[in-house]
């Protein structure tokens, strides 16, 4: 069981910043990616960051070159920096936890309870 805690939601205006964090505690593998899902009102959950444990990192389209993604592997936590952040962003922001479970050769997928990040216009 791996358990996951984000932070640093809230209220910003248009342009501004935000910083998200995500620990995770647990059950933690040494293979594994974390990630982060947003969901915006009557939306459906989308992947939009996630970074493995050897640093790689993917984006998607809708927040290239404005939100980036980072991690220390000792803490077992996530980062997101979100610049420019626009009224589309509003959403509820999920962390993500993919572990490698080499005992099965599967991967485990956890998610933390959410953090809401509102842009006013």
């Known amino acids: 069981q791996v358990q996951l805690v984000e932070s640093g939601g809230g209220l910003v205006q248009a342009g501004g910043s935000l910083r998200l964090s995500c620990a995770a505690s647990g059950s933690t593998f040494s293979i594994n990616t974390m990630g982060w899902d947003r969901q915006a009102p009557g939306k459906q959950r989308d992947w939009f960051a996630d970074i493995s444990s050897d640093g790689m990192t993917k984006y998607a389209d809708s927040v290239k070159g404005r939100f980036t993604i980072s991690r220390d592997n000792a803490k077992n936590t996530v980062y997101l920096q979100m610049n420019s952040l626009k009224p589309e962003d509003t959403a509820d922001y999920y962390c993500?936890?993919?572990?490698?479970?080499?005992?099965?050769?599967?991967?485990?997928?956890?998610w933390g309870q959410g953090t809401q990040v509102t842009v006013s216009s």
């Open positions: 993500k936890f993919l572990g490698y479970d080499a005992s099965y050769n599967t991967w485990r997928a956890y």
